[in-house]
């Protein structure tokens, strides 16, 4: 028998009750607001964006979130899913208790469970695997801030292990590839400065289907003032349709057009010299490496004819250094995406705009004291050394390296926690590994509040309150203006479900570690740090969102001389570094892989605005919205495959995968040769009532990874399906 | 009476459906209805193409049918304005509104009563934008008042090209779409 | 290429994705109140020509079928209202712009009209609902006042009839978003329907040779009358607005095109014309009693195309991206 069956937590264990509708009758309704309002400031965290606002009640009841003016994430504006967040509060699909799996005449299953005896379980097993190989053997999976107090309670047990798959699977070759050549990431909220630009280049970023708060606003803002917007997108994404200019590439050639782009700027002589004289390495390197890139070579791979690329490079040289070229923020796409992104550094640099006005800016966050704790134990084990050696210049854990670092009997890592990441839906190809990690796991454990996929594999299932039930850390990202905002519960945490700090605060008592957590309530340790900066938790609770002067400046002094923390102190257009490590210390292009027939069609995807991944599918007032992804073909391609507008529709990948039904969207958006899927759909768990079944999900068909050799990140635009009409699918 | 317009930046929507969040929270309008929805309209061949998003809803008619055909009064204007309401207490349901509307931007409440965009006249009472416009986070809806010369709908109806929807049913739509 | 769909998804009950507001309640009180209008004016128009010994069906017994149609009627207009609970509101107003309003007070004219004129008629037509009436004081009162009083009642009535039929039809024309139901000519149409209508009850229950004579005659003339008037009133939306064309292009190729000739104007119109034209000349057989029946068929296809097809048809048709129906998963 298995060890760990995956089991399906059965709908019929998840017996909400649906309040029955009232029948009224002729009564009025009153009018909105007109009852008892309460207003609790809350902090987002339908994404990971944070914004700061309010939530109202009426009468007792959830009615409204709206943004915090004071905040600059939102300036007082939620996006579509922050204001639907309190669907994440109602959704009747929620975890209610804890669970533990239990066998029972050979049949495993999952058996209610007392929070008292979950916690000793956890204990009981983080014991014996510190007994039998050692107290650095669990890792955490995290995503969300309240992640932060489980890693504080492995860091105390002794366990450094930690990934966010938003690293290998997101935004990590950009934070490698801007910190190689800047000596410094773009953070996040990114430190674009769209407000002022006058040019913005979007290279396969599609913001505002992409609906990241302050980043949109910021944007459209540009877009009002009459920026010039240039995008680079085989579909014609919203941003498309609001630019200048669309460079309709062909899939996975973007590094041809980047290197013809610095070979326009440098042998038009339109780059900023004065910047690059002052602040920049490597121009000779560079200037010698770009001449073969001409734009007459780069038509040929990516289709864009030369003269477009030439008025383009002229364009941004034209507003610059009031010109963003976006680091965009899903980037791991073909495998050489730390390169794309270092040439994306190394056009930004050209053009002089890091660290000026409409370019890149230093974003502030508040100098916030943390809340003093014992010493951590010293780790007994480099655990990135152990699992993920080769990828020496990964700076964080790269999650499919760690989770093949779970599988086997000498694998590192005996223990997982998993807070908030539904893995099989997140990282792509990985459901095979899944299921041998949670073979030789010996403690699984899954923090969330819905009952996602990835519980399948726990031994214990902790659910957790939603934000709106719990105090959350101090919000304290950085922003143009620092600030600091808190989340506090607008309600009474629902069913059995409870704040993570009281969940990672109960097991470190477990395991003698209470002094991490030296507080009865969380409140305790925000009031102690808040009051180091002259504010208290009381003040946060009046007004939510606490601003604070900056205390350094947003761009650089003119003619101010700098150093970067990198090499050799400059802007390294050239990487000694990249080159030390065996890599291309200049980028360069490398064809992408091809369709392998007529048949099979590019397999692209991305966001949409009603969404955040697959987490916001079954939140009702989401769901609404967009309540299944449609799978975009061009009428051509429509055509081949005798598929029609609203049609259901298969997808079979090369290696044979097939998803869930998908509708089909026959337009002109898209390239004939390609598919667009928004990612997130085609749940398979009945457990979630509303998300089980709607549409497909691109990560099941993205099984060809390509691995980016620097930071290790899971290129995912390598994949390629065909269309199977439903009445023909097996 | 008093116009209210509301005009809407066809150029700067992002099609997100913050609008049609917003109403339904702020309105609290049960699930599986709208007051209102975002249309995304696509012109061209690929890949020469034109995008633009509208949010649409009840338009306020300066001459609206749905009031005229009602026989109940149900319908009636909000004081003197081109509010459009309808009144629970004095609706039956009978459809004729429903009929009468070219936008078919009515709806049945579960309870058999028609409802629509109120242009959040409680919140227009208290000096706020509908909660539409207020939640936008593009910044590309705007409300006011259309005899005030200044008011930014006005601005920005003086300044930019606009459209209305289906301006030749003579109902004098006033939600406005710069174009 | 116009690509223009609906992004966030819309399925509002009865509106989406057509409006759907007026079912088989609305098209049967249409259809009944036609049936009353005929009743008032045939009825109205053998007493004033004092030809009720010759015409006793049409005299005294028709009107009981109309009162009878009328309630129903009302019957069927109540069950339409989603909203029950406030129905007397029709009678706490008076709209003028509001077509449905005059219609509200019209009927309760219409309903003392028919009921007097049935009144006038039930000691002759109907001797066994008459005599329980008569047992009654003011039973008999009654009865005698409307039998003294029908010649005025009857006035009042042929205009009553004729206002009542116009209503129905005018109803349909005042809702300017349904464009196939918007044309100027319902309200004759739907007169003409009305009186056909009626005809083809008399047809059904006279048994006086003269008035079944009479009546095929009258039968026939206004089912050519309302051939003409439909097919005026498809050419009037043929030259209508965009939305009008794009309406009667539903029964022109479009998804009513079988419905409408096969169902309606074939059985309903063509085939009655043609035996009342064969019956014309000579004996009427038995089996042509088909006639009257398919044009009381006929007239109601009529109004239900109508309110189907004015309601499927308007100005903005948006489709959904995303599958309306899942929406039901939340209802």
Redesign the interface.
Known sequence: MKRREFIQLSATLSAGAMAPVALTGCAERPLPGTGEVVRTPTVCNVCFWRCAGTVSTENGRPWKIEGNPDDLHSTGRFCTRGDGGLGMYTDPDRLKQPMIRVTENGQQRFRPATWDEAFDYIAAKMNRIKDEHGEDRLCLFSHGPGGSYFRRMLTAFGSRGYTQPSFAQCRGPRDVGFALTFGEGVGSPDRTDMENSRCIVLIGSHLGENLHNSQVQTWISALRKGATLITVDPRFSVAAGKSKHWLPIKPGTDMALLLAWMHVLINEGLYDADYVDRYVNGLDKLTAHVQQFTPEWAFTQTGIRPEVIRETAREMAKAAPATVVHPGRHVTWYGDDTQRSRAIAILTALLGSWGREGGYLAMENVNLPRYPLPDPPAPKNNWMQAVQGEYPLAPAGIAQKVIDGSIGDDAFFKGWFVYGTNLGYTIPGVTEKLQQAAQSLDLFVVVDTMPYAITGYADVILPECTYLERLDPIRNSPEREPSLAVNFPAFEPKYDSKPGWWIAKHIAERLGLGDWFPWKDYGEELDWQLRQVGSSLDEMRRIGVKKFPRTTPKYFAPNENRQFNTGSGKIELHSDLLADYGHDPLPVYTPPPTRPDEKHLHLNYGRAAAHTFGRTINNPTLFELMPENTAWVHPVAAGDFGVSNGEYVRLKNQDGVESLPVRIRVTQRIRPDSVYLVHGFGHKESQLGLANGRGADDQGLITRILVDPIMGGTGMRGNFVTLIPEEASA | MIRYAMVIDT??C?????C???C?????V?????RD???????????N???E?RSERCNHCAKP?C????????TYRWEDTNIVLV??????????C???????A???M?????SKCTFCH?RVEQGLDP?CV???????MHFGVLDDPNSTVSKLLASREHKA??D??GNEPQVYFLT | MREEILITTRANPKIDPNVAAWGWQVIADLFLVGLTAGALIFTAMVILGRKEENFGFTAKRLPLIGLISIGLAMTFLFLKLTHKIVFWRFFGAFVPTAVMSWGAWLLQLVILAILLLTLQGLRGGYPALARPVDKFRLGTWALDWAERYRRPVAWASVVLGVIIAFYTGTLMTSMDARPFASSGLMAPLFLTSGLATAAAVVLIGARAPEERLLFSRVLFGMVVFKVLLLALTLANLANGSQVQIESVQMVFGGEYTRLFWLFFVIPGLLVPLAIEAFGLRGKRASWMMISPVLVLYGAYMLRQLVVDIGQVSGYLSYVNTYNPALLDLLR
């Open positions: 150029k700067l992002i099609g997100c459906g913050d049609v969040v917003a339904k929270t702020e309105n609290k049960p699930a599986g209805l709208n929805w975002v249309v995304e309209a696509t012109t061209g061949t690929y890949p193409l034109k995008t998003f049918t009031l005229y055909a009602c026989p109940t009064a149900a009144d629970p207490n004095k609706c039956t349901g009978c459809g004729a429903i009929a009468a509307c070219p936008y078919d009515r709806l049945i579960n309870e058999g009563y028609v409680h909660a207020s939640s936008c986070p593009t910044r590309c929807l289906l030749e049913t």
